[in-house]
């Protein structure tokens, strides 16, 4: 193993911290191990990080990986939102009764 190999590396940046952390939460599904930095004091003072994106991190050897994890979640995510969409035009008129 290389010495880089464990060197953190950042793969995507985020203005909401909350969207990081359930990125992290995916990566970890997907046995990766990740980090979140955020420039808050530890949570003590969130305001600090308005203005400074959120980092998520990876070891190096896991960013490829990782990346593809996210990817397919954000699919996901899309394949979801473009079925609700179509769902909704669906289910009869404005008003609420059935189309018939």
Known sequence: MSERARDPVII??????????VDRAVLSAHGIEARVLRDDAGGMLPSLHVGVDVRLIVRWEDAVRALAALDEGDEGRERAMEGEEGEEGEK???????AG
């Open 92 to 98: 009869g008129d404005t008003d609420g009764r059935a």
């Open 12 to 21: 995507r940046r985020y203005a909401d911290p909350v969207q990081a952390e």
